[in-house]
C-alpha cells in the first residue's frame, strides 16, 4: 500500500496523463462528470456521485462505427479505429465498477463488441472508496461494498492524503509508473475508515431492501402483474434514468450525413423513449406501461435469468436522485414487496 | 428512389458563355437518383422539349430536373412538357442558373460551380418530390359587386350583359356614387347627372342585375369560385314594393335637420329621404336617428300621408346569405379630413370648402340651387383662391404621400366654368405642378389660363386667416416672381386629398385582399394584372385599387367585369395542388395553424385515428384545398411538423439547405 | 504571407417566391453583380421559413444566412410576412444571446421592383460575412471538410 | 394539507369526481411522486408538503382523456399551464375539477446537497402548516439546518404571483416567495460580450445528455410526436454527437414554446444536469415583453399568441442590433 | 471632401433633415413672416444647401432674420423643414468661432447685446421638448 498526499495528486495526474489518457471526475458549470484531465480542469473528487456513471469511458454515449464516402459512383467504407491508447479511469465508485462487470457480460459476450472490448483492454480503473454514502445508496443489496472497492487499483482519501493500492496486473503497471510519487503507507487507517464506511452504510433506509421474489422463475407472475398499471402513472418517459445508470446499454444505430460522406454511429438509447426499437412495423411496446415495466424486469428480472443471478442494478441510487418524478428502482421493488404482503 | 434526368440548357450563349453546361451534365450525373443528364441549346424550345420526352421515353424518369433560366420563366413550360411524357408536372424542378448564376457572374469556374451548386440542390429536391394532383371546385355563376358608384354599376352592367346573374350591394340609399355629387365633368364639361342617370337606370332595369341599396357585406366565407356572401340589408322602414316614390313623405316630415350627405353637410334634409332627385331606387329611408316617430314615438306623419301604405316603422335588418363565383371590390373613395390642416382655416370659415362641396354648390340641385355664393352671407364672391394639393404628396403624417391624381383636372374646370359663369369673379389658382396627363387634358388647362384668364400661380399657400371684414387673408409664394403673396379672397376652394373609402378596410379584411399603407386595394400584378386582388375571384374597379377619374375607373370596370366573365364562364377551376396537409398521426389538434391561415383554410374534425396500434378520437387539422393557397405560415408554427406543405415540404427544403452547404 | 486558402463563405438566401425570388431575377436580368457564395432558395412566402431551416443551414456549414420577402403590406399571402418578421426578431435575437455574432443572419424585405436592392443587400451581407470570418459558433465539426 | 384530503374525499364520495390526481408520498423525505387517488384509502398516502415541486396540468392530458371528472391539484403557477393547454385544445376544462393549492414555495432537494447536506434522514419545517422559513434536517452526519428560501427552486425566487388563474375552489394559503427579479439573469448575460455569453452557453449545454426530461415535463411540449423523435423528418437526434445539437435542440425546443411557455420552470427543476433551462424560454419572454407588449401565457385561455399574431408596425428583426 | 461639401452634410446632420425630399411647393417661403427681409428666400434655402452652396447662407441676412417661428416646420408637407436647416446653418457659423460647448455658467459673461436674439429664442424653441 502507498499513499500521496492531496496537494501532490495534480503531480499524480499529469504523470498518468505522459502516458494515458486520464479520465476523472471534473465540475462543469457547478455539475461533477467524468471528462478527460487537463492542467484547467476543475477536479472534483469530494462529490459523491457524478452525475452520469463512468460509464461513457468503455462506452461512450455516442461513437462512430463506420464511415461511407462516395468516390464517383462507387461507395467506400472506413470503419473506425478502435481504441489503441491506453487509459485510466480514475475516481470510479464500487458501484460504477459493478456496473463495468455488467456491461461486460454484455458485450463482452459472443459476438464481442470490439469497440467495447478495445476499450476494456486498454482501460485501468482506478477506484476510490465512498467515504460519506448518501441516503440514496443501496449499492450493498447487490453485494457491493462501498468501503473496499475492487478495482485495478482500489484508493481511500483519508485526512488529506490518498491511499493506493494496486490490486490487478494492469494496476501493477500503473503504481509502477507512478511510482515516484508514491510513498509507502501502512493500511490501519484504511482498515479504521473501512469500518466507519460500513457502519454508515448498515444505516442506509435501503441498505435492507430486500430482493426476495426477484429470481428468474417468477417472470411471468412479475409481468402480468397488476402493480404495473398504477406504478409506471407518474413516468414522463423521458431517459434521466436510463442515461445516468452505470448499466443501461441499450443503443440505436443512426446515419449522419455530413455532406461529404455518411457516418454510421451508435447512440444511447432509452427503453422509455417511445421509438425505441421502432421497426417498420411499429414497435414493440406501444404504451408507456409496457415501457416502463421493460425497463424494470430486464434489471431485475430479464438480466439475472441470463447471466447466473446477476441484477443489472448496482444500487448507486443515480435513478433515485434524478428522476423527474421521483420514480426509481427501489419504489418498483418496494411496490411489489407490499403486493407480496397483501397477497 | 427517383430516377431523375437533369437538362442543362444553354440559353444560346446567355448561361453557356460562362457556365460550362458540359461540366454541370458531367457533375449531375454523381448525384444520387440522376439517370440521365444532357444540355442543350434551347431546352424552352420544341426541339429542347422533346429531348425531354426522349428521355423520360427511354430511361423512365420519374423525376426532371431542369438547369435554365428563372422557374418564373419557364416552369409552366417544362410542366407542361412533363405531363406530355407522362410525368407528374410537379415532379420538376427547375435549377435557376441564368438569372441567379450566369447572368451576374464572369468568372467562368466560379459561375459553373454555382451552377453545379444550384443543380444539386434541385437534384436533392426532385428526389423528395411526390406527384401532385390538382383539384377541382365548382364555380357559382353569380358574381357580387360591392359598391354602387359609377365602377360597380359599369362593371354589373358589362358582367350582365355577358349573361352572368349580378348583385350589386350599396351601403348608401341609392346608388350613384361620387358622380352623382358631380356637376360638370372634364375635360368636355358634360352634366355629370345627363350621363350617369342613364347608366343608373340602365343597371336597376336589367333582368340580370339585382340591387341592394342600403345594405353592407357582413360576412364572406369560401374562395374563388364558391364565395358565400352574408349582406345586410338595413331597415329602410319603408316597403320597397309598397312605395310609388310620390315624395309627399319626405315633403310633410317635420323633422328637417338632418345634415344632407348628398350635399355633403351643406343644407340639411328630411328624417325620410331619397338622397337625391334620380335617385335609385326611388325609395326613401327613414333616418331613425332623426326621425321623431323612433325618437319620441310620437309623430307618424309619413305613415298618415302615405297612400301606398308603405311606411313600416317594425321593419329589422334582414340578412341575405348568397352564393358568388367573383367578387368585385368597388368601394370608392372620400375626401380625406381638414382636422390636421389649420392653417387652412376649414373648420373656421363656412367660406372655406372642399372641392366637392363646390360642386354641390355649383349644382343646380344643391344647397344654392346652383348660384355661386358665400355660404356664410349668401354674397356673390369676387375673389376666389383654389388651392391645390392639400393633403396630397405630404411625406408628412397628415396628408397622404400620393398624388390624388384628379385634382389639377378638376380645379381647371371649377376655374373655368366659374369664369364663365360669373366673369367678374377673380380666379387664382395656387398649384405646385399642374398635372395634365390624358387626352386633351392639357389643352383643357391652357385653355383656363388663356381663354378664360385663371390666374395660376406656382407656389403653395401658407396660411388662410379670416379677418373681421369677412374676407379672407390668403397668404402665398409665387415662386417664379419669388415673392410672397398676400390676396384678400371671399372664398377659398381647397383641392382636397382623396382617400379610399373607410370602410374598405373592413371589406378588405373580410375578402383576405391585401391593401397598402394608404388602404387602396393592391392588384395582383402592378403592371400586368391591374385589376386582380391577389386573392383570387376578387376583382379591383375603380377608385379603391388607387386615384382615377371617371373615364379611366369605366375602363377599369370594364376590364374587371371581364375577368369576372372570365371566371365566370369556366365550368370547374384547377385548384394549386402545393397546399398545407396535416398528418393526422402527429397533429395535436392545438389550433395554432388555423391561427394565422390568412384563409381560414384550416378546421378541426374529431377523428378515430390508428396510432400505432392505439385507436383513439383526435381533434385534428384538415385544410381545405381549394382555399389554402400555399403560403406555408401554418407550417412553421406547427412544432411538430404535423403540417406540412407539399411541394415546399421540411424535408425538401432541407435537403436543399444540405445540398447548397455541402 | 498566408498560404491559407481564401475563405469562400458558403451563403444561404430563402427569398420568397413573389418578391425577393423575382427582385433576384431581376438583379440578374440587369447583370447586377454580387457574390457566386450566394446561393438562393425559393420558398412561397418568408412565412415558411423555419428556424430550423436556418440552424440546420449554420450546421451544413454556412457561413451566413439571409432571408428575403415582401416589404410588409405587400405579402402576396397578406400576412405572412409579419409572421416572418416575429419569427426572425425572436430566432435572431436568441442567436445573439447565445453569443453567435451579430450579423451572420440578416432578414431584408426586397420587392420584385428591386433587382438594385436585391444585388447591393446581397453583396454587403457576403462583405459582412467576410469581417466575420468562417462560421465556428455555429459549426457541427462533422459536417467540415 | 388535511383540508386537501379531507375535501379530495368529498368529491370522491359525492361523485363529483371519480379520481384525484395529487401527490403521493415517497420512501424519502423529498421525493413525492405525482399519483392517481381513486379512494378514500388511497388518500392516506396523499401528501402535499414543499417538496410537491411537480406541475400536475400535463397530467390533464392523458386524465382528459379518461371516464369522468378529475380532481387535480394545481399550485398558482400550475394554472398558466392548464389554462395555456385549455387554449390548445390539449385537456378538457370539463374533465377537470381543479383545486387551487396554496404555496408557499418549493423546495430543491439539490439546493440542500450543493449546500453538503447528505444522508438525508427526515426534513421538517416543510409542510404546507409550517411557517417555511426555516428546515431542519436530520442526517446520517447529523443534525443540520437552513433557510426555507435557501433551498428554493429557482422559479419560486421569482414568482409570478401566488393567484390562480384558473379553478374551481382553492384550499390553503400561500406566501409571497418573490425576492429577486425576473428577467435579471437574463440582463446579465445580455449584457455579456457574445465570447462570454458564448462561453457560458456552451459550458452549461455541454453537461446536456439527451435525456428529454426538460421536455418531456414540460406542459407547452405536448407534441404526440416531437420534431427531434420524428421519423418523418431528418431532424431526429438521440444524442448530442456534435455540441452543435446541444444548441439545436434547446434553441429549437425553446422556439417551439416561445409565447406559449408560461415560465412554470419544469425545464431547470426536471434537468439532471442543473442546466438552467429557463434562461432559453425567459429570454424569448422577455423579447416577446419589449418588442410585442407584456404578454403572459396562460394567463387566460383565449389572447392569441405572440407569435401566432402580429402588428403593422412590428419592429424589425435589425433591431436586435440595433438596441445595444 | 470638400470645405463646401462638408459643411452642407454638417448641416444636414444637425438638422437631421434630408432637403432633397423638397418638392419646391413654396410652402415654407408662403409661411414666413418674415419673408421680405430675407434675401435668400426659405425655400431657397433648402436648394443652397442642396447645391452645397453653405457659403451664401453663411453671410447671407436670412441666416439672422428667421424669427424661428417654425411655421415652415410644422407645415411643410415633405418633412424637409426649412426652419430647421436655418438653424442648422447658424449652429454651423457658431461652432465655426470655436463655441460648440456652453456651460450655463458661461452664459451670462458672453450674453454679448450684439449676439442675436433669434439664436437665443431658437435656441430655446429647440430644445424646449
Redesign the interface.
Known amino acids: 500500500m502507498f499513499k500521496i498526499a492531496k496537494e501532490n495528486l495534480s503531480a499524480l495526474f499529469s504523470k498518468i496523463a505522459e502516458t494515458n489518457e486520464l479520465y476523472l471526475p471534473v465540475k ?4 461533477t ?1 467524468f471528462a478527460y484531465w487537463t492542467e484547467e480542469a476543475e477536479v472534483d473528487l469530494d462529490t ?1 456521485k457524478t ?2 456513471s463512468a460509464k461513457d469511458a468503455f462506452f461512450p ?2 461513437e462512430n462505427l463506420y464511415t461511407c464516402t ?1 468516390e ?2 462507387k461507395i467506400k467504407i472506413t470503419p473506425e479505429e478502435l481504441q489503441s491508447q491506453n487509459f485510466v479511469v480514475f475516481g470510479m465508485k464500487a458501484c460504477d465498477v459493478k456496473g463495468v462487470e455488467v456491461l461486460d457480460k454484455v458485450f463482452l459476450a459472443e459476438p464481442v463488441d470490439t469497440f467495447y472490448a478495445a476499450r476494456r483492454a486498454h482501460g485501468t480503473i482506478v477506484a476510490l472508496a465512498c467515504h ?5 445508496c443501496f449499492c450493498k443489496v447487490f453485494g457491493t461494498d462501498c468501503a473496499d472497492p475492487v478495482a485495478d487499483v482500489a484508493t481511500w482519501m483519508i485526512d488529506g492524503e490518498l491511499y493506493w493500492k494496486a490490486i490487478t496486473e494492469k494496476g501493477e503497471a500503473l503504481t509502477k509508473a507512478v511510482e515516484g510519487l508514491l510513498v509507502d503507507a501502512d493500511e490501519t487507517k484504511v482498515e479504521e475508515e473501512k469500518a466507519a464506511i460500513r457502519a ?1 452504510v448498515e ?3 435501503y441498505s435492507n431492501l430486500s430482493l426476495e421474489g426477484w429470481n428468474g422463475d417468477v417472470l411471468m407472475e412479475k409481468f402480468e402483474s397488476p402493480v404495473w398499471e ?1 406504478l409506471y ?2 413516468c ?5 434514468c ?3 445508470c452505470p448499466t443501461c446499454q441499450c443503443y ?1 444505430i ?1 446515419d ?5 460522406g455518411v ?1 454510421r ?1 451508435r ?4 427503453c422509455m ?3 425505441f426499437t ?1 421497426m417498420a412495423h ?2 414493440n411496446r ?2 408507456q406501461m409496457q415501457r416502463f415495466r421493460q425497463r424494470f424486469m430486464h434489471k431485475l428480472v430479464y438480466f439475472p435469468a441470463n447471466n447466473d443471478g446477476m441484477y443489472s442494478c448496482v444500487g448507486c441510487g443515480r435513478c ?3 428522476c ?5 428502482i ?2 418498483v421493488i ?1 411496490a411489489f414487496e407490499n403486493q407480496g404482503g397483501n397477497e | 428512389m427517383q430516377r431523375i434526368g437533369v437538362f442543362v440548357c444553354h440559353c444560346g450563349s446567355n448561361i453557356a458563355a460562362t457556365v460550362d453546361v458540359k461540366k454541370v451534365v458531367e457533375m449531375a450525373l454523381l448525384e444520387p437518383g440522376v439517370v440521365h443528364a444532357e444540355d442543350y441549346q434551347y431546352m424552352c424550345s420544341e426541339a429542347g422539349q422533346a429531348k425531354i420526352l426522349e428521355a423520360v421515353k427511354e430511361k423512365g424518369l420519374t423525376g426532371i430536373v431542369v438547369c435554365s433560366c428563372s422557374p418564373r420563366m419557364h416552369e409552366a413550360t417544362f410542366r407542361k412538357a412533363a405531363e406530355r411524357a407522362g410525368v407528374n408536372p410537379y415532379m420538376v424542378e427547375i435549377a435557376n442558373i441564368r438569372e441567379h448564376c450566369s447572368w451576374i457572374h464572369k468568372d467562368m469556374e466560379e459561375a459553373t460551380k454555382k451552377a453545379v451548386i444550384l443543380a444539386r440542390a434541385a437534384i436533392a429536391k426532385v428526389n423528395l418530390n411526390a406527384p401532385l394532383q390538382p383539384g377541382e371546385s365548382r364555380v357559382t355563376k353569380r358574381a357580387l359587386v360591392i359598391g354602387g358608384g359609377i365602377a360597380g354599376i359599369q362593371t354589373a352592367i358589362d358582367i350582365a350583359d355577358a349573361g352572368y346573374e349580378v348583385d350589386i350591394v350599396e351601403k348608401t340609399p341609392s346608388i350613384g356614387g361620387r358622380m352623382s355629387q358631380l356637376d360638370k365633368t372634364f375635360p368636355t364639361l358634360d352634366c355629370s347627372a345627363c350621363i350617369l342617370t342613364p347608366k343608373m337606370v340602365e343597371a336597376s332595369a336589367h333582368e340580370k342585375i339585382n340591387i341592394y341599396t342600403y345594405s353592407e357585406v357582413e360576412k364572406v366565407t369560401g374562395f374563388v369560385g364558391d364565395f358565400t356572401v352574408d349582406i345586410r340589408k338595413k331597415a329602410r322602414s319603408v316597403d320597397m314594393n309598397k312605395c310609388t316614390g310620390c315624395g309627399v313623405c319626405q315633403e310633410k316630415c317635420p323633422s328637417k335637420k338632418a345634415p344632407s350627405e348628398f350635399n355633403r353637410g351643406l343644407n340639411t334634409r328630411s328624417a325620410i329621404y331619397t338622397p337625391f332627385a334620380q335617385a335609385i331606387p326611388n325609395v326613401p329611408v327613414i333616418d331613425r336617428d332623426a326621425c321623431i316617430k323612433f325618437k319620441t314615438g310620437k309623430c307618424g306623419l309619413c305613415e298618415k300621408v302615405c297612400q301606398a301604405g308603405a311606411i313600416d316603422y317594425a321593419q329589422q335588418d334582414e340578412i341575405i346569405t348568397e352564393k358568388y363565383g367573383a367578387i368585385v371590390v368597388a368601394t370608392g373613395f372620400d375626401t380625406i379630413k381638414l382636422d390636421k390642416y389649420d392653417e387652412y382655416a376649414y373648420s373656421q370659415s363656412k367660406d372655406v370648402i372642399t372641392s366637392l362641396e363646390l360642386e354641390r354648390i355649383m349644382n343646380a340641385a344643391g344647397p344654392t340651387k346652383g348660384h355661386l355664393e358665400r355660404l356664410s352671407d349668401g354674397k356673390a364672391p369676387k375673389e376666389m383662391v383654389f388651392i391645390q394639393c392639400v393633403g396630397s404628396r405630404c411625406a408628412d403624417n397628415r396628408g397622404k404621400s400620393y398624388c390624388s391624381k384628379i385634382c389639377c383636372m378638376y380645379t381647371a374646370k371649377h376655374a373655368m366654368l366659374i369664369r364663365d359663369k360669373y366673369p367678374d369673379v377673380n380666379v387664382t389658382v395656387f398649384y405646385i405642378d399642374v398635372r395634365t396627363p390624358g387626352k386633351n387634358f392639357d389643352e383643357f388647362y391652357r385653355r383656363a389660363v388663356e381663354e378664360y384668364g385663371v390666374n395660376y400661380i406656382k407656389g403653395q399657400v401658407g396660411k388662410v386667416a379670416p379677418l373681421p371684414n369677412g374676407k379672407l387673408l390668403v397668404q402665398g409664394a409665387d415662386l417664379i416672381d419669388n415673392k410672397q403673396i398676400l390676396k384678400e379672397a371671399d372664398m377659398v376652394v381647397l383641392a382636397t386629398a382623396i382617400e379610399p373609402d373607410p370602410s374598405v378596410r373592413k371589406i378588405a379584411t373580410m375578402l383576405t385582399a391585401s391593401i397598402d399603407t394608404n388602404n387602396f386595394l393592391t392588384e395582383a400584378h402592378p403592371k400586368l394584372r391591374p385589376v386582380e386582388s391577389p386573392t383570387a375571384g376578387v376583382f379591383l374597379s375603380g377608385v379603391c385599387q388607387g386615384p382615377k377619374d371617371i373615364p379611366e375607373t369605366v375602363a377599369q370596370a370594364g376590364a374587371a367585369a371581364v375577368k369576372a366573365i372570365g371566371l365566370l364562364a369556366k365550368d370547374k377551376l384547377m385548384t394549386n395542388p402545393c397546399t398545407a396537409k396535416a398528418d393526422e398521426l402527429m397533429c395535436n389538434g392545438c389550433s395554432t395553424c388555423a391561427n394565422v391561415c390568412p384563409y381560414g383554410a384550416i378546421t378541426y374534425e374529431v377523428k378515430q385515428v390508428n396510432d400505432h396500434g392505439i385507436r383513439e378520437d383526435r381533434r385534428i387539422a384538415v385544410v381545405n384545398n381549394a382555399l389554402c393557397q400555399g403560403c406555408g405560415a401554418c407550417t412553421v408554427v406547427c412544432p411538430s411538423g404535423a403540417m406540412d406543405l407539399q411541394g415546399f415540404s421540411n424535408r425538401q427544403i432541407l435537403a436543399e439547405v444540405d445540398a447548397i452547404c455541402r | 504571407m498566408s498560404i491559407e486558402k481564401e475563405f469562400r463563405p458558403k451563403i444561404v438566401a430563402f427569398c420568397c417566391n413573389w418578391c425577393s425570388y423575382a427582385g433576384a431575377d431581376l438583379a440578374g436580368s440587369s447583370r447586377l453583380a454580387y457574390p457566386a457564395d450566394v446561393k438562393i432558395i425559393r420558398v412561397p412566402c418568408s412565412c415558411r421559413v423555419n428556424p430550423m431551416f436556418i440552424l440546420r443551414a449554420f450546421q451544413k456549414g454556412a457561413d451566413g444566412v439571409i432571408m428575403c420577402g415582401c416589404h410588409p403590406g405587400d405579402c402576396h399571402y397578406s400576412t405572412g410576412n409579419y409572421y416572418a418578421r416575429r419569427r426572425m426578431t425572436l430566432l435572431f435575437s436568441m442567436l445573439d444571446y447565445i453569443g453567435v455574432e451579430n450579423g451572420r443572419t440578416r432578414v431584408e424585405w426586397v420587392s420584385a421592383a428591386e433587382g438594385v436592392k436585391f444585388s447591393t443587400t446581397m453583396n454587403e451581407f457576403v462583405e459582412k460575412i467576410h469581417s466575420l470570418g468562417e462560421n465556428v459558433r455555429l459549426e457541427d465539426l462533422r459536417c467540415k471538410n | 394539507m388535511q383540508e386537501l384530503v379531507n375535501r379530495a374525499k368529498e368529491l370522491l364520495a359525492d361523485g363529483t369526481v371519480v379520481r384525484v390526481l395529487g401527490w403521493k408520498a415517497g420512501d424519502l423525505p423529498y421525493n413525492p411522486e405525482p399519483a392517481y387517488f381513486t379512494s378514500a384509502e388511497e388518500l392516506d398516502n396523499f401528501v402535499y408538503n414543499g417538496f410537491c415541486g411537480a406541475n400536475l396540468s400535463k397530467y390533464m392530458i392523458e386524465a382528459s382523456k379518461l371516464e369522468g371528472k378529475t380532481m387535480v391539484c394545481l399550485k398558482p403557477c400550475d394554472t398558466y399551464s392548464f389554462n395555456q393547454l385549455i387554449k390548445e385544445h390539449r385537456v378538457d376544462r370539463d374533465k377537470a375539477y381543479i383545486v387551487g393549492v396554496g404555496c408557499k414555495g418549493k423546495l430543491n432537494v439539490d439546493k440542500l446537497k450543493e449546500m453538503g447536506i447528505k444522508g438525508i434522514q427526515s426534513i421538517s419545517g416543510a409542510e404546507m402548516s409550517d411557517a417555511c422559513d426555516t428546515l431542519t434536517i436530520q442526517t446520517l452526519y447529523g443534525e443540520k439546518t437552513c433557510a426555507y428560501a435557501d433551498a428554493m427552486l429557482e422559479r419560486c425566487h421569482v414568482c409570478k404571483g401566488k393567484e390562480h388563474m384558473i379553478y374551481d375552489e382553492i384550499i390553503g394559503e400561500s406566501k409571497d416567495t418573490k425576492d429577486a427579479e425576473r428577467f435579471a439573469e437574463v440582463e446579465k448575460i445580455e449584457a455579456m460580450s457574445p465570447e462570454e455569453k458564448f462561453a457560458f452557453f456552451q459550458k452549461e449545454l455541454s453537461k446536456c445528455i439527451r435525456c428529454n426530461a426538460c421536455r418531456n415535463v414540460c406542459p407547452a411540449c405536448s407534441c404526440r410526436k416531437c420534431v427531434f423523435d420524428s421519423t418523418k423528418f431528418d431532424t431526429a437526434q438521440k444524442a448530442n454527437v456534435d455540441s452543435f445539437e446541444e444548441k439545436m435542440f434547446h434553441i429549437i425546443r425553446a422556439f417551439h414554446v416561445a409565447g406559449r411557455c408560461t415560465d412554470c420552470g419544469e425545464c431547470s427543476r426536471v434537468c439532471p444536469q442543473g442546466i438552467p433551462l429557463h434562461l432559453f424560454n425567459r429570454k424569448f419572454i422577455k423579447d416577446i415583453n419589449e418588442f410585442y407588449g407584456e404578454f403572459q401565457a396562460g394567463a387566460d385561455s383565449e389572447a392569441r399568441g405572440p407569435l401566432t399574431n402580429f402588428t403593422f408596425e412590428d419592429c424589425e428583426p435589425s433591431i436586435v442590433t440595433e438596441r445595444r | 471632401m470638400n470645405t463646401a461639401k462638408k459643411q452642407a452634410e454638417l448641416i444636414k446632420e444637425i438638422s437631421g433633415v434630408n432637403p432633397l425630399k423638397c418638392m419646391k411647393c413654396g410652402k415654407c417661403s408662403a409661411s414666413c413672416p418674415s419673408y421680405n427681409e430675407m434675401d435668400i428666400k426659405p425655400h431657397q434655402f433648402v436648394s443652397y444647401v442642396v447645391n452645397e452652396d453653405v457659403e451664401s447662407l453663411v453671410n447671407s441676412k436670412s441666416l439672422w432674420k428667421c424669427l424661428s417661428c417654425f411655421a415652415c416646420v410644422e407645415r411643410c408637407p415633405r418633412d424637409v423643414k426649412p426652419g430647421k436647416l436655418i438653424d442648422a446653418a447658424r449652429q454651423v457659423v457658431v461652432r465655426q468661432k470655436g463655441q460648440d460647448y456652453l456651460s450655463p455658467n458661461e452664459i451670462p459673461e458672453l450674453l454679448d447685446p450684439d449676439l442675436p436674439q433669434q439664436l437665443l429664442v431658437s435656441a430655446f424653441r429647440r430644445y424646449r421638448r
Not at chain 1, 28 to 31: E, L
Not at chain 1, 132 to 136: A, C, G, Y
Not at chain 1, 236 to 240: D, E, R, S, Y
Open positions: 462543469v458549470a457547478n455539475q462528470n459523491l452525475v452520469k454515449q455516442s462516395k464517383d459512383k460519506e454514502p448518501e441516503e440514496t454508515i444505516k442506509l433506509p398504477e402513472k407518474p414522463l418517459a423521458c431517459g434521466t436510463t442515461f445516468v440505436d443512426k449522419y450525413d455530413t455532406g461529404h457516418q454511429y447512440c444511447w438509447d432509452s423513449y417511445s421509438d421502432m411499429g414497435n406501444n404504451s433515485v436522485d434524478k423527474p418524478a421521483s420514480l426509481n427501489v419504489k418496494k
